[in-house]
């Protein structure tokens, strides 16, 4: 059993990593084409598609999965058309591979480059969510890097289907299609074994829950490229436009909070604990959301007779550091901006971080000084996404420092290596000795 | 003891790792006069360098270590004139801290950016070569990283003497001087221990032999940037410039066989064995190499008589697979660059790779299909190098593929975030409803 799951894994990988050379010159206009043509295929079996989407539901439903789950798996027509415009979208992108992103002279004439190139074999691990094997893949084929697609089990037949309608794109266009791999087995160990394949694996990105990301990140001797959690943070100055400040956390806490980029922690600025919070803190109530106060400002609430109906209740520290994804926000007051940023580092995840200001010198030193993947001025923090910055779609989120921070889209996909071009150039002008040279024609 | 080196390697990491948000603002003048500070205090500390020095190479000579590595050991006067070069070096270079590489504007008039910062901790372990030390915390220092250093023990006096004169240097000109983090004792467990901190240590980089570097890759929870060894590759084509290669490949292996850029395995079209090859052979057994080669490229040297004096065996498969770092060349002959292409596939390590050719489609297709760290047309491989590149210094280099390839040096020790400037925007125009706000600013 245990050498079958090593096979099986195995047969995956070198099957991807055969494509590579294929894939590093494969034509822009090849890429592209088969992108659209899944689109359209995509557009053509749609009945198909739901119909095997409804064996994983029903599969979902036996096991007694929560509704919030049951709808994320579900692929309806208004989903497989959001899958195609991601097709198409990733299709209308530059082709990020070749390109030369630098390139200059040294003194003794050789230019020297640096070229982007595909990173190899990608090793995507996620959860109940057939979009994402339509993400991943369309982005991977479109900078040249072979991918090993392994969702939840509970989207096996949706996944399994969409493959088949990619795969059916690339034969037609003349894509290699052994480059999408995909792990049509339950075995957890499948993951293990393939996550240890250093050398053969270029990088794994796991998507999904906290415990999901910490299993890839403990078994895996491959780099991963990941994030834990978003608790973001937003902190309220006492120079803030308090009407923007009202909008911004009420997005980014309401419009959907069970999303990694929506904010946990808001801080606010002693000074406007008066004006701003009573009115704050009633919008917040009013949209349901409960409030986990520090001393000040659940004192505010608890002496205004107005704020009654308000949910509030003392936050305690570990609060401070929970990613709640529920209508929940803990509050703390600051006396100054150091403090404010001071507690994003002790509590935040450095995922998104937000300061509302109308202070130019406050508001770059937030920029600065805040150690996050994304870092806003009087912006909500829910804009953290591949498609909302432009990039046409996304790999995952990276809170590492390494290679990438922030949405990862193609060009994270990509990484430079140096090219040299020469005229005949040695090192320290060290060429063979002229006499040696005319003795050594002479053989 | 265990319990001991915890809390000493503890005790380093969180000192270097508070020094960060000081770090990241730190104005560029005062990096550059700490800089400059050092190189002049090198020079005024000459004496007291190399006495230290001495220490090392009298404890080397006792351990009977080959006069190689006591040699690297050595700091004599030319040596640290390097050394106070490479300070003045960095310095001059543009900081890399606060560019923003690239900024856009969204539809709804965010604007999203991307801004370069640095790593955060840097572990870097390596060997008895004491100039490491100031190149890789030079380098450091100009990216706002806190480094830790963690030098092989033979070099350990000379170490401490050098990170006395940087840490004098910080104290004179306001740099946070716990940014350098110095191991100054010798227990290897300190290393696993510091390789284990996740979250703590943001990169570790080995620089040294291929089983210090293993052994790092193989105890680490943090990313670690690295290559193994050199494998480099010279593939001279049927239409290269003949001239031109006799003095790369006479470069590439002869002026410095011992460093990972030298060429290990020279691969010839079939088409010009009976041309280059005899006088190329002729010019490197001069030079003193021995020739491990296949059958085709050993029996012209042995089919004539005036190569009777070349060291020349047959090739065994483990020797195109070997980093010989000696006056050793192995052979192979081809019929095609598609065959070099996929020897330097199978055999080489990713390093650095070239092509002798005139052919411009030749050189265009060895550029985009081999898939190496650094890529050459008509120039040795001896190039690859941090300094030669242009960039100032080196930190090592990297045949991995992610974060970086090739030569590493400032830009490699910093990532980009995003960073997103609004007037109040919100995700999918989604505000507090002005019913509610309106009743809100009654509260």
Chains 1, 2 share one sequence.
Request: net charge negative; charged share 30%.
């Amino acid at each position: 059993m245990q050498e079958q799951v090593v096979s099986y894994a195995l047969e995956k990988v070198e099957k991807a990593r055969q494509t590579l050379r294929a894939l590093s010159s494969l034509k822009t206009s090849i890429k592209n084409n088969t992108l659209l043509r899944a689109a359209e295929l995509l557009d053509k079996k749609r009945d198909y598609i739901k119909e095997e989407n409804s064996k994983d539901i029903e599969y979902a439903k036996s096991l007694g999965l929560s509704s919030a789950l049951i709808d994320r798996l579900l692929l309806n027509d208004k989903r497989i058309d959001g899958m195609i415009k991601v097709l198409e979208d990733v299709a209308k992108l530059p082709d990020p591979v070749g390109e030369i992103v630098r390139m200059w002279t040294l003194p003794n004439g050789l230019k020297v480059g640096r070229m982007r190139v595909p990173l190899g074999v990608v090793f995507i691990v996620y959860e109940a969510r057939p979009n994402v094997t339509i993400e991943a893949a369309s982005l991977c084929m479109k900078s040249s890097n072979a991918i090993i697609l392994r969702g939840g089990k509970e989207a096996i037949n949706s996944n399994r289907a969409l493959v088949e309608v990619l795969k059916e794109a690339c034969r037609m266009e003349g894509f290699p299609e052994d480059a999408i791999q995909f792990i049509d087995r339950p075995e957890r160990e499948i993951v293990w074994e393939i996550l240890k394949m250093e050398g053969k694996v270029d990088v794994a990105i796991p998507r999904g829950g906290e415990s999901l990301i910490r299993a890839v990140a403990e078994n895996a001797r491959v780099p991963v490229i990941k994030h834990y959690k978003g608790v973001c943070n937003i902190y309220v100055d006492d120079e803030a436009d308090l009407k923007k400040a009202y909008h911004i956390v009420y997005n980014a806490k309401v419009q959907r909070p069970s999303v990694c980029n929506a904010v946990e922690n808001l801080i606010i600025h002693r000074n406007i604990l008066e004006s701003f919070w009573p009115r704050m803190a009633y919008i917040l109530g009013k949209a349901g959301v409960e409030l986990r106060c520090d001393e000040e400002s659940l004192r505010i609430i608890k002496n205004n007779p107005r704020l009654s109906f308000v949910k509030a209740v003392p936050a305690t520290e570990e609060d401070y550091y929970e990613e709640f994804l529920d209508l929940i926000l803990a509050v703390k007051v600051v006396g100054s901006l150091e403090e404010a940023i001071d507690f994003i580092e002790k509590y935040g995840s450095k995922h998104s971080d937000a300061i509302i200001t109308e202070n130019y010198t406050k508001a770059m030193r937030f920029l600065q000084e805040v150690d996050s993947a994304a870092v806003y001025v009087n912006a909500s923090t829910r804009f953290t996404d591949g498609n909302e910055f432009g990039l046409g779609a996304e790999m995952g989120i990276s809170t590492d420092k390494i290679h990438a921070r922030g949405p990862m889209a193609l060009e994270e996909l990509t990484i430079t290596k140096f090219v040299i071009l020469g005229e005949g150039q040695v090192r320290d002008n060290v060429g063979v000795p002229e006499d040696l040279l005319s003795e050594a024609l002479q053989v």
